[in-house]
């Protein structure tokens, strides 16, 4: 009976996990309002510059990141439900604030891309550190696909959801409601999210799984975020996650453009929930591979999928191709975010994997500052992604390399289980 209700109580923490991460999930709400911004004032928008208009989202991805560090840190230290509840608040608040400040670039960039941004972060950096905890050791992988999944999946309710409150309130008022019903939710959803009593040990999957086989882990040795700066394996993760990250973000972040220029779609509204629903599916399907065959052979898979099609792209050129090229770069986007977070906790124990994985996340943050950029750059240049493409394919053949020295890496420090001087 006792076991029966620590079963409830994990199933329960998970499952306010993925509620809580389908709620806080809004910077896909902005992508939807730019365009409306950007209209003139008759048009019902504000008439902002691409640059005012864009700001914000980028402020956000920023804080996002920061936010990675600074919840996953203090989580550590509190708990998860201080610091989820904390971020669900600050993602309703700067929703709220921009709503309030209306006409005003400055305002959107205070509320929407610093409080929202670190909201974000904090509940993220916080809810699957707590996840984890409650499950398996052989079940990281799936549990935190799990996890992410929901985050992942939050852009398909809120397209719909944003839709609707633009066409029939406003832009301001939408902020405002969006703002508002996050906090309750969020809120109510962080109060069932905890860690396990110290002295809790997770019940083995038996059939000889929790022996983790094919997972290979130093997780017995719970590392500093100075002693896992030490390690050279940190910086190989950090790389492959700054490039994996960077392919899924440059075609994601040009989905509408590269759908029109190659197959001559009009509106990519389809397009866009199809690649959500299969990032979440990615980030599932991904995590519990990881756990059956190992987090880097899911890596080389995700990676030579990832790599063929970028070369794809460049020969693209109907609704039927472009849209299989969006499904796979989903997919392997998607197993990228959900087998990183496992291999770190893989590698450095979950007692400090709040601010860990928070130093790991700051790649993330990196890529989707960059790659947009880069992506940009060339389309100006040439009127097409073709180079983009071109050199997306090289990277992911060079990340096959450090894939590779990373697997031996890991292999060499199962033999010693020390951190490295």
């Not at 923490?13 to 709620?23: D, K, P, R």
């Not at 921009?98 to 929202?116: E, K, M, R």
């Not at 790599?307 to 693209?316: D, H």
């Not at 989903?330 to 906790?345: I, R």
Request: hydrophobic share 50%.
């Amino acid at each position: 009976m006792k076991q029966q209700g620590i079963k409830r109580e994990a199933v329960t923490v998970l499952v306010s996990g993925i509620l809580f991460n389908l709620s806080i999930q809004v910077l896909y709400v902005w992508s939807l309002l730019k365009a409306a911004l950007m209209k003139p004032e008759p048009g019902g928008g504000w008439g902002w510059t691409s640059g005012q208009a864009g700001l914000p989202y980028t402020l956000a991805i920023i804080f996002f990141a920061v936010g990675v560090l600074i919840g996953g840190r203090v989580q550590d230290k509190t708990g998860p439900r201080i610091v989820a509840t904390a971020g669900g608040i600050m993602v309703g608040l700067g929703l709220v604030i921009s709503g309030l400040a209306g006409d005003s670039p400055l305002g959107a960039a205070v509320g929407y891309g610093v409080i929202t941004g670190l909201g974000i972060g904090f509940g993220y950096g916080s809810v699957l550190p707590a996840c984890l905890k409650w499950f398996h050791p052989s079940k990281k992988g799936l549990i935190g696909g799990l996890v992410l999944g929901g985050f992942g999946l939050a852009s398909v309710h809120y397209a719909f959801i944003t839709t609707f409150l633009r066409s029939n309130y406003g832009i301001q008022e939408t902020f405002i409601i969006l703002g508002i019903a996050v906090t309750v939710i969020s809120v109510l959803a962080a109060q069932f999210i905890k860690n396990p009593k110290p002295e809790y040990i997770p019940a083995s999957p038996g059939k000889g799984e929790d022996k983790q086989a094919l997972s290979p882990s130093l997780a017995s040795v719970d590392f500093g975020w100075r002693e896992m700066l030490k390690t050279k394996r940190f910086y190989l993760i950090f790389i492959l996650f700054l490039f994996s990250a960077s392919m899924g973000l440059m075609i994601i972040g040009n989905l509408a453009r590269i759908s029109s220029l190659q197959a001559g779609v009009s509106n990519a509204a389809f397009l866009i929930s199809l690649v959500a629903v299969v990032n979440a599916l990615g980030r599932i399907i991904g995590g519990f591979l990881s756990d059956k065959i190992g987090r880097v052979n899911t890596l080389f898979i995700a990676i030579i999928l990832q790599m063929l099609n970028m070369a794809g792209f460049i020969f693209y050129q109907c609704v039927t191709e472009v849209t299989m090229g969006f499904i796979i770069a989903g997919l392997c986007f998607g197993a990228f975010l959900a087998v990183f977070p496992a291999l770190t906790a893989d590698q450095y124990g979950l007692k400090n994997y709040g601010v860990n994985y928070g130093i790991v996340y700051l790649a993330y943050g990196l890529a989707g500052t960059v790659a947009p950029v880069i992506a940009d750059y060339f389309y100006m240049q040439n009127g097409n992604f073709t180079t983009a493409y071109i050199i997306c394919a090289v990277l992911m053949g060079c990340m096959l390399a450090v894939n590779l020295i990373l697997k031996k890496e890991i292999n060499a420090q199962l033999y010693t289980q020390e951190p490295e001087a």
